[in-house]
């Protein structure tokens, strides 16, 4: 296995973890984030690969494990937070059908 391989194998299996703590958790902390960030600009700062290649990986991981595109997900994501916000908008009283009338 050449190192180009070993790195791709591991960036892949960086990249499922972070998927497969997005779909238990809706989020991912920073760290995670900035690791897989980390891991990417060194592959790049020594020019093993570029962007386009290293995003290819990380598209086809995310796909594979979320069914979706990123760009998919981050729809999803902001049209169900805004439905969200809608929904928390609208008064406790009135939400849980909690009468105000005095018995």
């Not at 809608?86 to 009135?94: A, N, P, R, S």
Request: glycine share 2%.
């Amino acid at each position: 296995m050449t190192n180009k391989e070993r790195y791709l194998d591991i960036l892949s299996h960086i990249a499922w973890e972070y998927c497969k703590e997005i779909k238990l958790n809706n989020s991912v902390s920073e760290e995670q984030k900035q690791y897989i960030k980390g891991y990417m600009a060194a592959a790049r700062a020594l020019n093993v690969f570029d962007y386009k290649e290293l995003k290819e990986v990380i598209d086809k991981v995310h796909f594979n494990a979320l069914g979706k595109t990123i760009e998919e997900r981050k729809q999803s994501e902001s049209s169900e937070s805004f439905f969200n916000k809608e929904f928390m908008e609208i008064l406790t009283f009135i939400r849980e059908g909690i009468s105000l009338k005095k018995k």
